[in-house]
């Protein structure tokens, strides 16, 4: 089946810890995006990449990191220098090639990380 | 700044009826106007999604009206059923082949027997 898949689905991490998200997907493409959910403030936009080793900063960057070394893989590092961390937090990618850019966000099942 | 407005951030309605669920955009650039529904723990996947030269786009018992001249779209769900209970997202972008949707704040919609 295609799609993402990110793990773990929940994370528990001491202050002080970085953690690593994982985000991979199957559908061939090009744009992949990491958004972080709170409650009533919607989706916000930590960062994103539309191309392997490149990648841009969303609005809410600070604190955190990301790498782009293939096309299929997009993961997330939540630093100690993240303020409150404690969030849901989805990967999503997207197409930009002829029929494939439809403008559809396809999103992972997200990953719950609580600092303890 | 916001540049998407949702509301309301929650609505409870009965079954059979219509729920409505409206979002205001700022940036005039916007040609891409989705709604996406999201299950609890699980992620948002698009409903419907409507683009600024028609005025209204149907699918089923969901319905995007879109106002261009007000800069503002809704959706409405017809003979809304309790497997409707979801939180729902406006989002908008423009024009660009790797434009980033901006969301709104989310609407949990309860529908009750």
């Known amino acids: 089946d295609g799609g993402i898949t990110q793990s773990p689905k929940y994370l528990f991490r001491k202050e002080g810890q970085n953690v690593t998200l994982s985000c991979e997907q199957n559908?061939?493409?090009?744009?992949m995006y990491w958004y972080r959910q709170d409650p009533g403030q919607g989706l916000r936009l930590i960062y994103y990449?539309?191309?392997?080793?490149?990648?841009q900063k969303g609005d809410i960057a600070e604190g955190y990191s990301v790498s782009r070394e293939k096309k299929e893989s997009f993961p997330l590092t939540v630093t100690s220098a993240q303020k409150n961390p404690t969030a849901f937090y989805l990967c999503?990618?997207?197409?930009?090639?002829?029929?494939?850019?439809?403008?559809?966000?396809?999103f992972g099942e997200g990953s719950r990380l609580t600092v303890l | 700044q916001q540049q998407v407005k949702q509301s309301p951030q929650s609505l409870i309605v009965q079954k059979g009826g219509i729920s409505i669920i409206n979002c205001a955009y700022e940036?005039?650039?916007?040609?891409?106007f989705p709604w996406y529904q999201q299950f609890p723990g699980k992620g948002p996947a698009l409903l419907i999604a409507?683009?600024?030269?028609?005025s209204e786009k149907k699918e089923g018992r969901f319905t995007i009206s879109f106002n261009k001249s007000a800069k503002q779209f809704s959706l409405h769900i017809m003979d809304s059923q309790p497997g409707d209970s979801a939180t729902y997202f406006c989002?908008?972008?423009?024009?660009?082949?790797?434009?980033?949707?901006?969301f709104g704040t989310g609407t949990r919609l309860q529908v009750t027997l």
């Open positions: 999503a990618s997207r197409g930009l090639a002829g029929a494939s850019n439809t403008g559809e966000l396809f």
């Open positions: 559908l061939n493409h090009d744009a």
């Open positions: 990449s539309q191309i392997v080793n490149d990648f």
């Open positions: 940036n005039t650039a916007f040609d891409y």
């Open positions: 409507i683009r600024p030269d028609v």
């Open positions: 989002a908008a972008s423009k024009a660009g082949t790797a434009s980033k949707l901006t």
